[in-house]
């Protein structure tokens, strides 16, 4: 969706949005302004420092990076945001009662319209030009993204966090980003000195500044020779080989695939039930696919902006140079995850059997230990060593 070079953003599933209003919004904290207090958020300050609260409601209390319900004297809801329990700011308000529904309480809607909106808005002012492909796409509070600093240089978007819920929200926003075209790199520089004042301590971040290309493969033959490594020269069995082959055909019988050949079914994802089943939502978009995705990230110490497709997927993380220690065990990562998420969701379809994603993490953990040595997890000291060499960061 690439228009004269410009940036355009490849739109998410639609799903069904919560209101304030609704009971969406039970089980949401609710932070009570002082009386005489609430006009100046009414007005468009996004601010709410914690003089201007009277009181938290709410069990268990919200802590920070949560969203919660601001409201007003007589506890009527005046808008929503991010809580902070550290800050000053208490709450960072991203949206008034009367505005747009379908974002409320709905932090990753909010941020492609906002993100959205600031594509128009640089558009619109002739950005990028024939002069200049460097400006700044999001301008925190300017864009009414409070503590989120965006700027693209080239195919370079560099993201200046300075709010904990940025933190919170570092995928969502690496993967919005990741769905502008021209961006093929993305840099996340969290600022610590601020955000020790919101109550995160990253002066031990070891690679603060690691940039992840999203290395989109666009020549055919170069993708087909790096399917060919990936795939067929790994050590996982050859039936998990010909499963990844099928699935980057994106031909294996998920729920779509099943309605295009004809058949009648309804098509829901069975891991979040929010969304239809594809290919590409099962394996890297579905959160239950996302949370596997970042386990592995935080484990090995890795940023990564998640490519819009299956075999950008498969590409990118293939061209990612690594140790020699740990490739063979790297490219068997992405076969691991979809290996068992795909037996995972045949479990749910078919046998009525869900198992919780912290122990999918665990069996995606022992799945790769027996590939890895072609034998089953036999001790325990043998595997938690085994975990704890997987990090690219030493
Ligand atoms: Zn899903």
């Known amino acids: 969706m690439l228009v004269s070079g410009r940036l355009m953003l490849r739109s998410l599933s639609p799903s069904t949005p919560p209101t304030l209003a609704s009971n969406h919004s039970a089980g949401v904290a609710k932070v009570v302004l002082k009386k005489g207090k609430t006009q ?68 990753e809607k909010l941020l492609e319209t906002r993100i959205v909106a600031a594509v128009k808005l640089r558009h619109n002012l002739g950005l990028p030009s024939a002069h200049t492909n460097a400006y700044r796409l999001v301008n925190s509070e300017g864009d009414r993204l409070s503590g989120l600093i965006v700027d693209i240089f080239g195919d370079l978007a560099v993201i200046a966090s300075s709010a904990a819920w940025v933190q919170t929200y570092q995928h969502q926003i690496m993967d919005c980003l990741s769905r502008l075209n021209n961006i093929k790199r993305i840099s996340w520089r969290p600022t610590v000195e601020i955000l020790k004042e919101e ?105 990564w902006a998640m490519p819009f497709n299956i075999k950008d997927a498969y590409a990118s993380w293939i ?3 690594v140790d020699k220690s740990i490739k063979r065990i790297w490219r068997m990562i992405p076969a691991v995850i979809f290996w068992n998420l795909w037996k995972e969701r045949n479990s749910r379809c078919f046998e009525g059997i869900s198992t919780p ?38």
């Not at 912290?358 to 036999?378: D, E, G, I």
């Open 357 to 394: 994603i912290c122990s999918l993490k665990s069996r995606c953990l022992a799945t790769l230990y027996s590939w890895h040595f072609f034998a089953p997890v036999n001790s325990v000291g043998n595997f938690l060593d085994f975990v704890s060499s997987l990090s690219l960061v030493r």
């Open 199 to 303: 109550g995160l301590d990253l002066s031990d971040l070891k690679k603060p500044d690691l940039i992840i290309p999203q290395t989109m493969v666009k020549d055919q033959n170069t993708s087909k020779k790096i399917y060919w490594k990936l795939v067929w020269r790994t050590r996982q069995p050859l039936r998990v080989t010909c499963f990844i082959w099928t699935a980057l055909k994106e031909a294996c019988l998920t729920q779509d695939n099943l309605r295009r050949r004809g058949v009648i079914v309804v098509n829901m994802c069975a891991m979040c039930k929010q969304a239809n089943e594809s290919v590409n939502h099962l394996f890297l978009h579905c959160p239950a696919a996302a949370r596997l995705w970042y386990f592995f990230y935080s484990m090995l110490g890795l940023q």
């Open 40 to 107: 100046l958020f009414k007005d468009g300050s996004p601010m709410v420092y914690s003089g201007a609260v009277d009181r938290v409601i709410g069990r268990p209390p919200p802590i920070t990076g949560d969203i919660v319900l601001v409201a007003d004297g007589s506890e009527k809801p005046i808008g929503w945001g991010f809580y902070n329990s550290t800050s000053m700011f208490r709450v960072r308000l991203m949206q008034l009662q009367d505005e747009d529904p379908s974002c409320a309480l709905n932090a």
């Open 319 to 321: 061209l990612w140079r």
